[in-house]
């Protein structure tokens, strides 16, 4: 069975900068494309930025263009999220997951329990 285990979420200020990472055992991932998404309270899961397989093309939600990069270690199987220039508006639980499909809030195995990312001052 599939396990993510995601990390590096914290507390910080406005403008600051956080690298989560996420840890897939059960599966190699050397050809699934894989995706971040993030729940804020009261909303739903939203696509945040994906990664093909190959990791040669990535995906980014308009709000985060520019800000965030998504990588991926296929020998580690890890992804890694570097977010930049955080803002109070992506204060969420962040998640990774095999995407149903590109910007789609949906992903195709279990979740893991996420890791929560506090952007204030």
């Known amino acids: 069975q599939v396990q993510f285990v995601e990390s590096g979420g914290a507390l910080v200020q406005p403008g600051g900068s956080l690298r989560l990472s996420c840890a897939a055992s059960?599966?190699?991932?050397?050809?699934?494309?894989m995706a971040w998404f993030r729940q804020a309270p009261g909303k739903e899961r939203e696509f945040v930025a994906g990664?093909?397989?190959?990791?040669?093309?990535?995906y980014y939600a308009t709000s985060v263009k520019g800000r965030f990069t998504i990588s991926k270690d296929n020998a580690k199987v890890t992804v890694y999220l570097q977010m930049n220039m955080l803002k109070p508006e992506d204060t969420a639980v962040y998640y990774c997951?095999?995407?149903?499909?590109?910007?789609?809030?949906?992903?195709?195995?279990?979740w893991g329990q996420g890791t929560q990312v506090t952007v204030s001052s």
């Open positions: 990664i093909t397989g190959s990791g040669r093309s990535t």
């Open positions: 059960g599966r190699t991932f050397s050809t699934d494309a």
């Open positions: 997951n095999v995407p149903r499909s590109w910007y789609n809030g949906d992903g195709l195995l279990s």
